[in-house]
């Protein structure tokens, strides 16, 4: 029986996209342990939008899938991964510790973003994102080219079609 190498599928997308759409199907299709730092930050009693509380959450949870990875799991981490000299960091250790690494980027127009989070604005216990905040995650947003996605074992863009949680 052939011994599959480690994975790790890092997930990219703004608010909207369907990274916990996209995370969740994966976890079943590829039997992996998915790592979603917003369910974190709101299981330990933090506010999703707390940037130190976030940056520990995302600290740990990249230790554990360190630890993970090291063991021959699939890890999926669903962080958003909006800059690049991240998910350059993330590509290299993994790599290091013989982890395929891909880039699952969720390509989804303005348009539908915006329609999706007021929608999900709506359900109880949602973390509100305001039109004006979703336009500066939009600006912020370092979207990855097709060089970079070269630079992944299994590079590709999923666009809107992806179901939105």
């Given amino acids: 029986m052939a011994v599959e190498r480690p994975r790790l599928v890092l997930v990219c997308g703004l608010p909207g996209a369907g990274k916990t759409t996209l995370a969740r199907r994966l976890a079943q299709e590829l039997s992996a342990v998915r790592l979603c730092p917003d369910e974190w930050m709101v299981d330990l009693g933090f506010d999703r939008f707390d940037g130190d509380a ?11 899938a360190q630890e993970l990875l090291t063991r021959g799991a699939v890890v999926i981490m669903e962080n958003g991964f909006w800059d690049r000299a991240e998910r350059d960091e993330m590509r290299l ?8 690494v891909e880039l699952r980027y969720l390509d989804v127009p303005s348009s539908e973003l915006h329609r999706r989070v007021g929608l999900r ?3 109880p216990g ?23 996605l070269e630079l992944f074992d299994a590079p590709f863009a999923e666009g809107p079609a992806v179901t939105p949680r």
């Fill in 93 to 100: 250790l993994a790599r290091s510790l013989g982890a395929a």
């Fill in 126 to 148: 949602a973390a509100v994102i305001s039109p004006e905040l979703l336009a500066e995650c939009e600006a912020a947003i370092e979207v990855p080219g097709a060089a970079e």
């Fill in 121 to 123: 604005n709506k359900e």
């Fill in 54 to 64: 976030r940056d520990r959450v995302e600290a740990r949870l990249w230790i554990h």
